[in-house]
């Protein structure tokens, strides 16, 4: 039996992560079998520390925040495994790439934003949806969380950006304009997407 693709979709918030993974995995579920999950997974024990610092009732060192958020994906890595193996396509609203943008926007070293991800499911595809920090400020919601200011989500695209252009990851990314109608990004979506499916059909699962 074939694997399961590790489809992780990224981008600034209020990019349209959540509303594209959506129609991506009722879309999929047409041909093979597939499970949506998302980072922050806000209903464990390390997700509720996390849900409360990013809803600025709690506080929490730069680092120690980071490595729950990582410790959040590795909580969950070897169901994720578990899921591939079986066959299952797992598309992931938020994973890695996520972890280290925002953390580097801070300014923590980006060695040391890499380093507790090392070891974790690698994806098949990293499907970025691009979007100008004024579009999505002017989406629904914005501006409710901690990280939902322009300075943080400007440095957080540029940080985006350069991992896209990292050796280390660039084979793994397609970058979408997440600008246009929820119809466009979607059709624009479904085509990266198969890079991933078609990358799972022919090699094995790596590790990041
Ligand atoms: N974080 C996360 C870290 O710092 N480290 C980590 O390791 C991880 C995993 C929470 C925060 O955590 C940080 C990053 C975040 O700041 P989250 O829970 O994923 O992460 O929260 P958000 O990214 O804020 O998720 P949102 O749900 O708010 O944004 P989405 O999913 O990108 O956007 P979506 O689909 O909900 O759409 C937003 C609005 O835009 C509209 C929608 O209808 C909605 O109103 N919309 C469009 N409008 C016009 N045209 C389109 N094409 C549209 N698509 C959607
Ligand atoms: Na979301």
Redesign the pocket.
Known sequence: MPRGALIVIE?L????????CDRLVTRLKTSTPTLLR???DRTTPIGTMIDAY?RSTSDLDDHAVHLL??ANRWEASSAIKAELEAGVTVVV???IY??IA??RAKGLDGAWCRAPDVGLPRPDVAIF?DISEEAAAE???YGE????KKEMQRKVRQDFLELRDDERDAGDWAVVD?G???EE?EENIWKAAQKGIERARTKDLRTV
């Open positions: 981008g918030d209020r990019a349209g992560k959540s509303t594209q998302k980072f922050p990013l958020f990582s609203d938020r994973y996520s972890g925002f953390s949806l989406r629904g919601g969380e901690r990280y939902e997440a246009q109608s929820v990004v």
